[in-house]
Nanobody
Framework: QVQLVESGGGLVQAGGSLRLSCAAS????????MGWFRQAPGKEREFVTA????????YYADSVKGRFTISRDSAKNTMYLQMNSLKPEDTAVYYC?????????????????WGQGTQVTVSS
C-alpha cells in the first residue's frame, strides 16, 4: 500500500503561484510513477501532469504546459507541483496519484493510489 497526502492548496489571485506537495508513505516511493489530476465543480476528473519513477521524464496536459512544473524528491518521499501564472479555470480539487507505471497515469489513466485532494481556488 501507498498512502498519499496532499498539501499546499489555497486561494490565490489570477497570475499568482502555488506549490502543491504530495507526501508518500508505505512502499518504496522511488519505484512508483506519480502524477496530479484535478476535478473542477461539475466536471470530470482530468489528468494534469505525471513524472516517471526516476524523475527524468515528465508529461503535461496542454492546458498547463509551460505554467506548471512537476518534480519529485525521493530522499523526502515527496512530489511537488509548482503552479505559476494561475488562471481562474485552474480552480479545482487537485489529487495526487501513484502507479507502478507512468502508462497507468498518463494513458489509461486509472492510477492505483490516490490522495484525498487539496482545493485550489484562483480568483479573477
Amino acid at each position: 500500500q501507498v498512502q498519499l497526502v496532499e498539501s499546499g492548496g489555497g486561494l490565490v489571485q489570477a497570475g499568482g503561484s502555488l506549490r502543491l506537495s504530495c507526501a508518500a508513505s508505505g512502499r518504496t516511493f522511488s519505484r512508483y510513477a506519480m502524477g496530479w489530476f484535478r476535478q473542477a465543480p461539475g466536471k470530470e476528473r482530468e489528468f494534469v501532469t505525471a513524472i516517471n519513477w526516476s524523475g527524468d521524464s515528465t508529461y503535461y496536459a496542454d492546458s498547463v504546459k509551460g505554467r506548471f512544473t512537476i518534480s519529485r524528491d525521493s530522499a523526502k518521499n515527496t512530489m511537488y507541483l509548482q503552479m505559476n501564472s494561475l488562471k481562474p479555470e485552474d480552480t479545482a480539487v487537485y489529487y495526487c496519484a501513484a502507479d507502478s507505471t507512468v502508462h497507468g497515469i498518463v494513458v489509461v489513466p486509472t492510477p492505483t493510489y490516490w490522495g484525498q485532494g487539496t482545493q485550489v481556488t484562483v480568483s479573477s
